[in-house]
């Protein structure tokens, strides 16, 4: 990685500014007092509105954030809650029918403060101020990198032309800086001819990073840099963001669902909640445990991977619908501390007793360390904590023996094996973790299973007699000890037919084996056995009435009529918001319990495996590199794809820890495979 | 002059297809097609179009005259009390030959329209659902009858057939015209497919029939919907083409035969306007007709095609996507 | 490039069938062909007969399979038959001299047509509910307007009663066709009404796909980017959005061609213009069979290089498709 550059071109402004800004000589938060200057950007009061002809969705509701340079501030907060909104919100970029309806927004850039000596008014910009302002100050890392990206142009060309709209620089000089910048985010140079189908996903959001750091910007607003990218390769990139921020000294507004991933890399973290900002802290204050309920709801959320295997709480119910105005706490319908006084506050933030200054909450009832009430743990699940480990002697249903499947060949060439030889037991009542990044042939493995691929080689064994599912003659047996659960909630009910029809079409295929008729009685028991109730709510609706939890229920339920012995979870909750996760995670738990049904849970999420599975196997490329008892797998990983998967993986206990060597080449190794692969 | 079967139609719903966006705006038009929700375009050519249809089935009744009479008059009359419409050089009135036109030609084209959109969603959903070599070779097929010429073709043919009748005419027009339907058919299968809910249904133990029938199908209606209409408007503009060519004898008169006297009796050097802007209309506003309603079918597949009332709200319709957002303080629900 | 390959490999097929099409028509249609002709003239003299009988297998010599190749044979050395109602000019003497009319009109004409319909759907939609916005389904209608009646509108207006253009014809009657300016500029005028004709009726198509394209590209993350870096409005509108939307617009007008040349033969037959439109309705009316075949072939083949040149334009302008498939 190249560092300085060239003195004379115009970016070297950073040198200026590394005098005034606060060196990078330790944690951030010691940094506060020796700093004079404010904060670079300031957002007071910020509302924003989406019109609408069924009313309008006020998706910001005067929200107060600050940025400080070299120092990263971690938005946190379920899908709709508000967070990109905000983000967008403050550089106005959001498009009709978003509208800003209060607040205001100051620049104080360094860069502007001769002309600016107030700072400069974003909300009051005109359409030259603000192309001015954008990525010059202020830059944006988009979510997806590949929609982000212009497919059409080479990535030197998008690199360069935001380069050339802020600096008179030559095309030469242009074409030196995105060598520079491409090498800083650990890509060599030559990629800067491809286009951006031609790189892997972590490669575009690299990419997409030197674009953001291309003029120096002193504000970096990071929307969901790192989702959808697999758990090591999110790691290497966090760490450059980190290293970067430190050499160059930007701020960062750093948005994420996943606030575990905040404890690792902010200084300080913002949770938001329809639209409000409910609790705004100290990185450290909040790996203790929050003040706000929602707070420790979601931090309750998140299985961890070190420490005992504790029991996990989540946050039952949805949001609240954001048209209108809110009578006093928002999250009041879903809160444990709930009391009737909730209604009446005005969610204004305030010092949380006992924390430093910078700790504040928008509850004014609730004590950091103060426990569940006795009600809300009564509800806790009883699950979290699966069968004891040495229940092997259980019934071998369902087993997968060294199952092959390769891909391509003929035409298209060169054979590509997406599974090598895998070989699985599923036992009555037991949860088996297959745990991999994307990519490692997982989800293949769940397709040979189910019937929808045909296998290469090996065999698929039900109750030992070999059996191929993907024939014609042996599908539908097979159906009906074998189902399904699918990944998108969204996707897999058909939106024209209403979860009667759903359920119905699934008992009426199997009633013969089950002896069930597709009645209204059989209907209202499934959904009850998926906990939907009152069962008239659900009977008749249609899928895009449902949320996602709901939806994932109906799926569940469908699964469940063929009366199947086996359920193939290919990642069942990934899609779903965090708080909603562990709700379908332990409906799944009991369900098993209830009709000790042979699972196989398939997961990105190590995490969520140790606390959900019995045993865990661990895929990369195609192979099963580690198989054990969940607990000592976790505890003792053994072999390096492992102890990197788990050394990745967020975690506010395991940041600092250094990644163990040999696992460090496995990832290089990994890049450069990702490299290959596309 | 066919130019109505083109992209225009279908083609921005099947442009997007793969994405998942396109994915599911594209149950939300079959939802919305459900609903009654049509745009007002849409309405408006759905009332046009009934009002055609109306003519069509009582246009022989009502027609004053035999549009075949013919008086001794040498010149074509101008609109009067007794010829609404004027007549022709031979003394047929304008006015009862586009009554009894309208029959003939509204027919032909539902009936090219319906035997075509069978033949597209046949091959399209066959096509997408089968995959491999079966959708190797449909696709194929449908794309040579795609980039063929159909009029010349079609010409040809009809140049071997002399005095064709409707429903031979309607069979050349559907062979030459169904490639379009089956082509965007083809796509959106291909890409509901692989959604989750065909594979869920495929999980449960559904079998191929009933997927492509319950699962596939109503999710495309709007799509295939869209396909009809075009290739209605196909059929008309170019069954109107073939007998003003004097290609086509249809037995009864349709609007191009009306044109076609129009043309041979010089009715545009003599300035008999009325013989030929009259027939002229009554094909421009039935094929207008159609385009509203194929406009309505679009913007119900891809709402960003509709123009918001919110953003009319905003007080600004010019607004261009890199303006600013922007701020509007004293805001009150409603006030703007 | 794959792309490339597999879209010649569908021409190739999609040429084979333009090919096996003419062949099979006159031997598969009812009713015989031959003896129509014949009875039209009846002082033909056998040579004609006979060489009528070899190209359409009236009488047959040999077998199918053996005429198939025969015409093939014969199709590859551009030699298709004699024309019977301008006897005995060669059919391909007829095609070398009307194709070069058809070309420039319709190739030129569907060319500006494209070019500007496409600029106009990025202004539309960029201005959303501008006037040019508002006036698209205006524009569009014209797409359900016959190409020949809007024709004889044109004429009426144009030619008759403003008298500013002529009509009719290629050029003005008594003209030596050449390099001389007062040839090309009489050509120029007459073409000027037909291109108004194809230009008018297909622009809207264009226009409004391209809009529809368009605005659903402006949705796209990279339109939001480019906003984000501080790009001019023009440098968004033009680099990143049409420069995207324009891709579905190239693949649509390879698909189209057919239709839009299948238009424009109809206005030539309105115009008398000296095109092979105008040469197949002639060839029609007077039963001129092997006239007729041999235009379908030339404008099959025309319509389907076009297509091709779409197709490579398509695959330049967007590096995805190298490793797309064709269909």
């Known amino acids: 990685m190249s560092t300085a550059s060239e003195p004379g071109t115009p970016w070297t402004a950073s040198a200026d500014r590394g005098s005034a800004a606060p060196r990078p000589d330790g944690p951030g938060r010691d940094r506060e007092g020796t700093r004079s200057a404010g904060p670079v950007l300031d957002i007071q009061g910020l509302g924003i509105s989406y019109r609408s002809d069924l009313g309008d969705v006020r998706a910001v509701r005067n929200v107060d954030l600050a940025l400080h340079p070299g120092r990263i501030v971690g938005l946190a907060g379920e899908s709709g809650c508000g967070k990109s909104t905000l983000a967008y919100g403050a550089v106005r970029l959001l498009r009709p029918p978003a509208i800003i309806t209060a607040g205001s927004v100051t620049y104080h850039g360094r860069r502007l403060a001769d002309g600016h000596p107030n700072g400069f008014d974003v909300l009051a910009a005109d359409d030259e101020g603000l192309k001015a302002i954008r990525w010059r100050e202020i830059a944006i890392v988009f979510q997806s990198a590949m929609n982000a990206l212009n497919p059409v142009l080479r990535i030197e060309d998008q690199i360069i032309d935001g380069i050339r709209a802020h600096l008179p620089v030559s095309d030469e000089q242009a074409r030196a800086r995105a060598r520079e910048l491409i090498e800083m985010v650990g890509i060599t140079p030559d990629r800067l001819q491809a286009y951006p189908h031609e790189l892997s996903g972590g490669m575009r959001q690299r990419v997409m990073i030197a674009m953001a750091l291309s003029v120096d910007p002193e504000v970096v607003i990071m929307d969901e840099p790192t989702t959808g990218l697999d758990v090591i390769v999110q790691k290497e990139i966090l760490k450059e963001v980190l290293e970067l921020k430190e050499r160059l000294g930007f701020a960062v507004l750093f948005i994420t669902h996943d606030l575990s991933l905040l404890l690792e890399i902010a200084d300080q973290v913002v949770v938001m909640y329809a639209g409000q900002v409910v609790e705004t802290a100290p990185t450290a204050d909040v790996r203790i445990g929050g003040a706000h309920p929602y707070t420790r709801g979601l931090l309750g959320s998140f299985p961890r991977l070190r420490g005992p295997r504790v029991q996990l709480t989540g946050i039952p119910g949805s949001p609240p619908d954001l048209r209108g105005a809110l009578r006093g706490c928002p999250f009041h319908p879903r809160c444990a501390f709930a009391q009737d006084a909730c209604l009446q506050i005005d969610m204004s933030l305030s010092e949380v007793p006992g924390m430093g200054p910078g700790h504040l909450t928008a509850c004014p009832f609730v004590a950091p360390n103060e426990p569940l009430p006795e009600a809300a743990r009564a509800i806790d699940r009883a699950t979290g904590v699966p069968a004891a480990d040495g229940a092997d002697a259980t019934e071998l249903v369902l087993a997968g023996i060294d199952l092959r499947k390769d891909y391509g060949g003929g035409r298209r060439g060169a054979v590509v094996s997406a599974v090598k030889g895998v070989s699985l037991e599923l036992h009555r009542g037991r949860v088996v973790a297959l745990v991999g990044a994307s990519g490692s042939g997982k989800s293949t493995i769940a397709k040979l299973l189910s019937g929808q691929e045909k296998l290469t080689g090996g065999s698929i064994r039900l109750d030992g007699r070999e059996i191929d599912p993907s024939t014609r003659g042996a599908f539908r047996t097979y159906k009906s000890e074998v189902q399904m659960v699918f990944q998108d909630p969204f996707a897999s009910l058909n939106p024209l037919h209403t979860v009667r029809y759903h359920l119905q079409r699934a008992l009426a295929i199997h009633a013969s084996r089950t002896g069930r008729t597709p009645s209204a009685a059989e209907i209202d028991r499934l959904l009850g056995q998926v906990k939907l109730g009152p069962v008239e709510k659900f009977r008749d609706a249609y899928p895009h009435e449902l949320s996602g939890g709901q939806r994932q229920r109906v799926s569940i339920a469908r699964a469940l009529a063929a009366e199947p012995r086996v359920l193939l979870a290919d990642e069942p909750v990934s899609m779903l918001d965090v708080s909603i996760r562990l709700e379908i995670l332990d409906l799944i738990a009991e369900l098993r319990t209830k009709f000790q049904l042979a699972i196989l849970y398939i997961t990105h999420d190590i995490a969520s495996a140790r606390y959900f599975a019995d045993e865990i196997l661990v895929m990369h490329h195609g192979e099963i590199v580690e198989r054990g008892p969940a607990e000592q797998l976790v505890q003792h990983p053994t072999h390096p794809y492992t102890q990197l998967l788990i050394a990745s993986s967020p975690d506010p206990d395991t940041f600092a820890s250094e990644i163990p060597e040999q696992a460090a080449v496995l990832a290089r190794e990994g890049l450069e495979k990702e490299v290959a692969a596309d | 002059m066919t130019v109505g079967h083109l992209p225009t139609d279908t083609e921005a719903t099947s442009v997007a297809a793969p994405t998942v966006r396109l994915g599911v705006s594209a149950w939300m038009l079959s939802l919305g097609a459900f609903r009654g929700r049509l745009p007002l375009k849409a309405q408006v050519g759905l009332v046009i179009l009934a009002l055609y249809i109306l003519v069509a089935i009582i246009g022989p009744w009502v027609a004053p005259y035999d549009p075949n009479a013919t008086t001794t008059q040498a010149v074509p009359e101008a609109p009067n009390l007794h010829h609404l419409l004027g007549t022709s050089a031979t003394g047929g009135d304008v006015l009862s030959q586009i009554l009894i036109g309208t029959r003939a030609t509204v027919v032909l084209g539902l009936m090219t329209g319906v035997i075509a959109t069978i033949l597209s969603v046949l091959v399209g959903t066959a096509a997408g659902y089968l995959g491999g070599y079966a959708d190797e070779g449909l696709s194929l097929v449908s794309n040579v009858f795609l980039v063929m010429p159909a009029l010349p073709l079609l010409v040809v043919i009809l140049g071997y057939l002399p005095h064709t009748g409707e429903l031979p005419t309607a069979i050349v027009l559907s062979v030459l015209g169904w490639a379009w339907g089956a082509r965007v058919i083809r796509a959106q299968t291909l890409s509901l497919r692989n959604r989750d809910f065909v594979l869920a249904a495929r999980e449960v133990g559904e079998r191929p029939w009933r997927i492509i029938a319950f699962e596939l199908l109503p999710n495309q209606i709007g799509l295939i919907a869209a396909s009809f209409v075009g290739t209605v408007l196909y059929a008309i503009l170019t069954s109107v083409a073939l007998a003003f060519l004097g290609i086509t004898n249809f037995s009864d008169w349709n609007y191009g035969d009306i044109l076609y006297w129009a043309q041979s009796g010089s009715a545009v050097e003599l300035g008999a306007w009325w013989w030929y802007v009259f027939p002229g209309v009554a094909v421009a506003v039935l094929g207008m007709s159609l385009v509203l309603i194929n406009f309505g079918l679009d913007e119900l597949s891809n709402p960003r095609l509709r123009s918001s009332r919110s953003l009319r709200k905003l007080g600004r319709r010019n607004w261009r996507p890199a303006d600013p957002t922007p701020v509007i303080r004293d805001y009150a629900e409603g006030s703007l | ?327």
């Open chain 3, 1 to 327: 490039m794959a792309f490339i390959a597999r879209r010649l490999a569908f021409y190739v097929v999609a040429v084979w069938a333009a090919v096996t099409i003419n062949f099979l028509i006159p031997r598969i249609m009812p009713g015989n062909a031959i003896d129509a002709v014949l009875g039209r003239f009846q002082n033909l003299t056998p040579q004609v007969v006979k060489s009528l009988e070899v190209q359409f297998g009236f009488h047959p010599k040999g077998t199918i399979f053996s005429q198939y190749l025969q015409y093939w044979g014969d199709v590859l050395h551009f030699n298709l038959g004699v024309s019977t109602s301008q006897y005995p000019t060669h059919v391909s003497t007829i095609i070398g001299q009307t194709l070069p009319w058809t070309l420039a009109l319709v190739g030129v004409a569907t060319i500006l047509s494209f070019a500007i319909g496409t600029l106009l759907g990025v202004v539309a939609a960029w201005r959303r509910g501008g006037w040019l916005d508002r006036a698209l389904p205006a524009l569009t209608l014209l797409q359900a307007t016959p190409y020949f009646f809007l024709a004889l509108l044109l004429i009426y207006l144009f030619a008759i009663q403003l008298k500013w253009l002529p009509f009719g014809q290629g050029y003005a009657l008594g003209l030596t066709t050449g390099f001389n300016w007062p040839f090309i500029s009489s050509a120029i005028t007459h073409s000027i009404l037909p291109a108004l004709t194809i230009i008018a009726t297909s622009i809207g198509g264009w226009m409004l796909q391209m809009r529809n394209v368009m605005l659903t590209t402006i949705s796209e993350d990279y339109i939001l980017v480019a906003q984000a870096k501080g790009l001019s409005a023009r440098r968004v509108m033009l680099t990143y959005g049409a420069r995207n939307a324009i891709l579905p617009n190239i693949a649509g007008f390879a698909l189209s061609l057919g239709f839009v040349v299948a238009g424009a033969l109809v206005m030539e037959i309105v115009f008398s213009y000296p095109g092979v439109g105008f040469t197949l309705y002639n060839a029609v009316t007077s039963n001129d069979y092997p006239l007729m075949q041999g235009i379908f072939l030339v404008i099959s083949i025309a319509v389907l290089s076009a297509s091709l040149l779409a197709d490579i334009a398509y695959a330049v302008a967007d590096p995805r498709a190298r490793t797309r498939s064709a269909f």
